[in-house]
């Protein structure tokens, strides 16, 4: 450990900070394996999650009644189970005072979906079709604290073309829109659908399906390509378990980058 600790810092620095650290056995030998990256590297990080506070923030004195959270991304990037971990899960709204709107009235069983999760949670649950429901399911939900969005997976080629459902998003408003997207897309092609999307007022990044990526790899190249705060990442099935805080995760990932199966140095950073 002292050996691979004596290598970290002759690679990044004196202050590079370790991430995380452990002893795994290969080909028979004990090794040590050690996360790690230059301190400069985190406190960019640092300055680009919500970091230390992955709640939302206080009320919008501005405007009464609920916050309004919209989930949007590419097709099968799972926003409606995301929807319901963030409704309930601890790091996040709690399942206290919450509501839900569903948007997704294209894909077969979507709004079937969303019902089950509803009823078994005890949340009011809008569905809206046309611009003019819009007023009355805000009004109907307007004694709770927060309301979750979810919406219809939506292509980059789709930029600059607004469907129903996007007039509808607009019109309700939300103060928070997450891109949700699988934290093991391409890069170019998350950044093809950042792009594609910025007509909805992105505020934050979402990355799921955390659980398909081995050890995190490549998550903080991800958050850094996007460039938008990250307050949960989801990394499972289960509900509301797979929700956590984005901060830790992505620290720990950023030692773990995408290697060039060409470049032994990479490989060696990586490992």
Not at 32 to 56: H, T
Not at 141 to 149: E, G, S, T
Not at 185 to 208: C, F
């Amino acid at each position: 450990m002292k050996e691979a600790m004596a290598q970290v810092r002759q690679a990044m620095g004196e202050d590079a900070m370790i991430l995380s650290s452990r002893t795994v056995s290969e080909n028979g030998e004990r090794v040590a394996e050690i996360s790690a990256a230059p301190a400069k590297a985190v406190d960019s990080f640092r300055i680009a999650l919500n970091w230390g506070s992955p709640n939302l923030q206080g009320p919008d004195v501005t405007r009464l009644g609920p916050r309004y959270l919209a989930l949007v991304g590419p097709p099968g990037a799972g926003k409606t189970l995301t929807a319901v971990k963030v409704a309930l899960s601890s790091h996040a709204l709690g399942g206290e005072d919450v509501g839900l709107i569903t948007l997704d009235t294209y894909r077969v069983g979507a709004v079937d979906e969303l019902q089950t999760y509803a009823e078994l949670a005890g949340f009011p649950l809008e569905v809206i079709y046309h611009r003019r429901e819009v007023e009355g399911a805000l009004a109907r939900l307007r004694h709770c604290k927060a309301v979750l969005i979810d919406t219809p997976g939506r292509t980059p080629d789709a930029a600059g073309r607004l469907g129903p459902w996007e007039e509808l998003l607009r019109l309700i408003k939300p103060h928070e829109v997450h891109l949700v997207v699988p934290a093991g897309i391409r890069i170019d092609v998350a950044v093809a659908y950042k792009r594609g999307l910025e007509d909805l007022k992105l505020t934050h990044l979402l990355p799921s399906k955390l659980d398909h990526v081995p050890g995190d790899l490549g998550l903080a190249d991800l958050v850094e390509a996007i460039g938008l705060p990250t307050r949960w990442v989801a990394d499972g099935h289960e509900v509301p378990q797979d929700l956590r805080p984005a901060g830790p995760r992505i620290l720990t990932s950023l030692g773990r980058t995408v290697p060039d199966v060409d470049d032994e140095e990479a490989k060696q950073a990586v490992s």
